[in-house]
């Protein structure tokens, strides 16, 4: 049995995973491939990175990045973190070069916790982060660095980490969203309330020991805020797959026994091209909590797989939902979730009637519950007259039911992953050959957007699409790699030189348009 002191202040996610321990230590919590982890060993570990931490010098309130796929050492990190007063800051694997830079230097973090195949790009912009002082390397350091492995980190005590938390210092997670016109932000929760996901999970219907399943990302909110930390409240277990894999997917529900899993974008649009096969109904799976289903799928989903899709949207930038378990095909759902109003507004922030579209906002009865950091413009203009613009253009119904209709500015969605124009751009425009560019969406038969990038070479350069894609790698995300690309004389501009992003996606791909998936061209995760 675990030991409980009251040596400090302890967050209410602790609380409850110390009633789980004391409840059943034996009983299983985290199914990862062939392994499993019950409920003690799980916060022992847990314990441990927080104490690996300690004697790293990381203190409360200071701010760690993880960088990792998924696996149980990316939870104990973070777990550890909450467990002193750190802020866990998640890092989106794929990021590289300028976007990465920008998220460690403003997070100000101190630390990372990053796999061993990753320690290329941290060197790449390393000379940029002043208030990093090592890494924690899942695998061999590299030679000459302060860095540690993993291993250190864990080979801490699994007591109670004696740490005094100065009043007001709160422990955390502090999430990056991708801009729209800039670099992403950080998402600093100031008052956090769960109240809205509880609702969502309770209309799930999963039992205490159900299986939830997730092939998401960790170090996105859905995987993270819905799949992990909904497990511990529901007292479910939690079943992390490396990645999404259509191939495997069901193979995985069956072998983990899952009971629910989540989808967003185009999941299901890629689950349902694969052959269908006499075993598509052979699992538990009885709920799909969903974030963007297309409409004219949602049916043959539910149909050939035999689950019920609950559609859901929410953000990580402030907490509150719109729910639909009532089978409202395309709709995100109604409003009221928690005491969180929604809305639909025009330019002038004056509600809209039924049908019409504008920008979704809400407000949480509670106020203002986040901010971005370093950045009290946007939080102000996010969150005028007291509701948190979504960026996000809706309709609602005479019924109240919500209906997506785009981003509101220049921002794309592609395999599921927020793109910003300026993240892309940033990078075209460094190559040495290219004068301007503009990246913009295209519809994706995924339901989804690919990327274009129109491009203005400089006089007498000579540039093919291909050498334009081989710049990105290791400077981009692989799924912030332009699908397409075209070379213009010029690009449509404002009066104040901005880019015209409407006339552009008005044009469309077009006869001059380079396909990097009919040239056969391969982009690399790399």
Known sequence: MTKVTETRTRSPLEKILLDRVSEHPGQVWLKWQETTYTWAESLANMRRAANGFLELGVQPGERVAIMMGNRPEFLWAHFGLLLIGGVSVPVNISQRGPVLSHILQDSGAVAM???????????????NLPTLRRAVVLGRPAPGTPDVDFDRLMSASDADPDVTIPYGVTGGGMMYTSGTTGPPKGVVTTRGDWSPIATLLAASGIQPGGTM?????????????????????LDAKLAIAPRFSASRFWDDCRRYEAVEFNTLGGMISILLKQAPQARDRDHRVRTVLSAGCPADRWAEFEERFGVRIIEWFGMVDSPGILLNDAGRRGSMGRSGVAGVEFAVVGEDDRPLGDDEVGEL???????RMTHYQNLPAATEDAYRGGWFHSGDLASRDADGFFYYRGRKKESMRRLGENISAWEIESVLNAHPSVQDSAAHAVPSDLGEDEVKACVVRRPGASLTPEQLLDFCHGRLAYFAIPRYVEFVDELPKTGTQRNQYGVLKARGITAATWDSAAAGYEVRRT
Do not use: C, E, K
């Not at 916790?113 to 000379?127: E, N, T």
């Not at 399943?213 to 409240?233: D, E, F, R, W």
């Open 113 to 127: 916790v990053l796999q061993g195949d990753l320690q290329d790009p941290l060197a790449a912009v390393r000379g």
């Open 213 to 233: 399943y997730t092939a998401l990302p960790l170090y996105h909110g859905n995987a993270l805020g819905v799949s992990t930390v909904g497990s511990i409240m």
């Open 361 to 367: 906002v809400f407000r949480h009865p509670g106020g």
